[in-house]
C-alpha cells in the first residue's frame, strides 16, 4: 500500500549553518512578499479602473496567480528585485511563491464557495520578526546519511541531527520508502526537518479484527472506552501553567520590540522570549506523544474503531471550555485514528454530531430529552440502568458499527440523527428483548426502532 507520511527531526545547527537557513527563509519570505505586493498593485489598479467606467477588455491586464505565473513573473524581475539571488537556492524562491499561490487559492475558493471550513482571508504581508523561518526543498541532494546522525540538504549541506533517522533510514536501504520533499522549519525555539516520504507500506491486521470500540473522548477523562477502560486525560497545559506563567511575567519585565518606534528587543528580552516558546513547545510535545500512543493502542488492537464528529470548532468559542478542549486535542484524535486504522487494516467509523449518544441508554435504548453537562451517572427512567456517562455514551456509539457495511463511510446519523431533540419529554425506544448490550469489545448489540436525535 503506497502512502505519503512525514518523518521530522531535531537538528543541532551551528552558527554558520543557522545563518545559511536563515538566509533562505529571508528570501523565501522577499519572494512572497514581492509577488502579493504584484498581485494586490493589479487588483487595486483594476478596481480604481472600475470605478472610473473603463470597460472590462480595456482594464489593466490580470496577472496569474498559479506558482508557474509567479515563478514566471519572479524570475523576471528578480535582477533588480534581488541582486543578492544567487546566494540562495532555487527552491527558497519557490518555498515563497508556492505559499502565496496556495494562499490565493484558498482565498478564490473560499469566495466561490468551493472550499469547506471557515472563510479564507486574503494574503497578508509576512515579517521578519513575526513569521516562522521556513524553507522548502523538492529537487537536489536530499539523502539521510548512512551514520544516521546527518542529512543532507541542496546548499545547505551536511546537517547533524539531534536524534538518531535510523527509522527512515532503514527504510530508504530496504527501498521501501522515497523522499519526495524536505522542509526545514523553526518551532519551539529548535530547529526541525521534516521528510515527506512515499511509502511502500505493508498491510497490517489488528490484534482483534472482528473487535468493535467506541470512543468517547472528554475532559475529566480523555477518553472513555467502550469496554470500560477509562484513559485518564494528563492536562499537561495545567501542570506546566505556573512555569508557564512566570516565564510570561519575565518577559513581560524586559525591554521587548516597539512597532511605533521602530526600537529593537533587548538580548535579556529574546532569551525570554525563547525560553516561552520551549514551554509551550513541550506541552505540545507531551500532548502529541500521549495522543500518537492512544491512538496506536487502538488501532493495533481493534478492527473498528467508533469516534464522533465532534464540533470541536464550537467548543473552542466556549470561554469556560476553550483551554481544556484545546489541551485535551479532540479532533487529533479523530484525524489519527482515521489513517491509522487504514494502516493496520482497520476501519474508522465517524457518528454523526447530532447522534445522542450521551441521552440513550446503551441497554434498552430510551433517550432522554434533557441531560445537563453536570449529571456525570446516567439513570435510565425505563429500565433503572445506572452508568457513567461516557461509558454510556462509548457503548452506543459501539453499537453505530452494525449501521455501516463498508470502510470509510461518512459520519453515521444514528436512528436518523440529524438535528437536535424537540422539548417534550424523554422519547423511549426499546430494544429486542435479550438483547442487552454488554459493554465488550465486539459485540454489537442491534438497534431498534427510530428515535429524535438529541445534541450530545
Known amino acids: 500500500m503506497k502512502t505519503i507520511q512525514a518523518y521530522r527531526f531535531a537538528l543541532d545547527l551551528t552558527a554558520a549553518q543557522e545563518r545559511v537557513v536563515l538566509a533562505h527563509a529571508g528570501a523565501a519570505r522577499v519572494a512572497y512578499n514581492w509577488a502579493l505586493a504584484r498581485v494586490k498593485a493589479v487588483m487595486d ?21 498559479s506558482l508557474a505565473s509567479l515563478r514566471k513573473a519572479w524570475n523576471a524581475a528578480k535582477a533588480d528585485v534581488a541582486p543578492w539571488w544567487a546566494e540562495c537556492s532555487k527552491e527558497a524562491y519557490s518555498t515563497g511563491l508556492d505559499n502565496l499561490a496556495r494562499g490565493l487559492k484558498n482565498w478564490s475558493d473560499s469566495r466561490a464557495g468551493k472550499r469547506a471550513g471557515g472563510r479564507v482571508g486574503f494574503p497578508r504581508f509576512k515579517s521578519r520578526r513575526r513569521s516562522t523561518p521556513s524553507v522548502r526543498f523538492t529537487t537536489g541532494a536530499i539523502r539521510v546519511e548512512p551514520d544516521r546522525k546527518h542529512v543532507v540538504l541542496p546548499r545547505l549541506g551536511r546537517l547533524k541531527t539531534h536524534e538518531s533517522t535510523r527509522k527512515l533510514a532503514r527504510r530508504i536501504e530496504a527501498g521501501t520508502a522515497r523522499i519526495l520533499s524536505a522542509t526545514v522549519r523553526h ?15 505493508v498491510v497490517r491486521t489488528p490484534t482483534r479484527p472482528r473487535a468493535v470500540v467506541g470512543v468517547d473522548v472528554g475532559i475529566t477523562h480523555l477518553a472513555v472506552l467502550s469496554t470500560g477502560e477509562m484513559v485518564p486525560n494528563p492536562r499537561h497545559l495545567d501542570e506546566a501553567g ?9 518577559m513581560s519585565r524586559r525591554v521587548g520590540p516597539d512597532r511605533r518606534t521602530g526600537a529593537r528587543p533587548s538580548k535579556r528580552w529574546e532569551r525570554a522570549r525563547q525560553q516561552v516558546a520551549q514551554a509551550h513547545a513541550r506541552v505540545a510535545n507531551l500532548r502529541r506523544d500521549g495522543l500518537h500512543k492512544l491512538t496506536t493502542r487502538l488501532a493495533g488492537k481493534y478492527g473498528t474503531i467508533v469516534v464522533e464528529d465532534l464540533n470541536v470548532a464550537g467548543m473552542l468559542r466556549n470561554r469556560r471550555l476553550a483551554r481544556k478542549v484545546a489541551d485535551a486535542g479532540f479532533g487529533e484524535i479523530r484525524r489519527q485514528a482515521a489513517y491509522k486504522a487504514k494502516w493496520n487494516g482497520g476501519r474508522r467509523i465517524l457518528a454523526n454530531r447530532w447522534y445522542p449518544s450521551s441521552k440513550t441508554c446503551s441497554d434498552c435504548g430510551a433517550v432522554k430529552a434533557k441531560l445537563p453537562l453536570r449529571v456525570r451517572t446516567y439513570r435510565c427512567d425505563s429500565c433503572g440502568l445506572v452508568l457513567d456517562r461516557d461509558l454510556n455514551a462509548a457503548r452506543n456509539l459501539a453499537a453505530l458499527a452494525r449501521e455501516v457495511t463498508t470502510a470509510g463511510s461518512g459520519p453515521v446519523a444514528g436512528r436518523g440523527a440529524d438535528h437536535k431533540t424537540r422539548p417534550g419529554g424523554p422519547v423511549a425506544v426499546k430494544r429486542q428483548p435479550g ?14 426502532g427510530t428515535c429524535r436525535s438529541v445534541a450530545h
Not at 526537518?193 to 512515499?198: K, T
Not at 505556573?242 to 519575565?250: E, I, S
Not at 438483547?435 to 431498534?448: C, E, L, R, S, Y
Request: aromatic residues 6%; hydrophobic residues 30%.
Open 187 to 201: 518551532d519551539g525555539g529548535r530547529w526541525h526537518v521534516a521528510f515527506c516520504v512515499e511509502l511502500d507500506r
Open 45 to 65: 489598479q483594476r478596481g480604481a479602473e472600475r470605478s472610473y467606467g473603463v470597460p472590462d477588455e480595456l482594464l489593466t491586464p490580470t496577472v496569474g496567480w
Open 242 to 250: 505556573q512555569r508557564m506563567r512566570r516565564l510570561a511575567r519575565q
Open 435 to 448: 438483547t442487552a448490550h454488554t459493554g465488550k469489545a465486539g459485540t454489537v448489540p442491534p438497534q431498534g
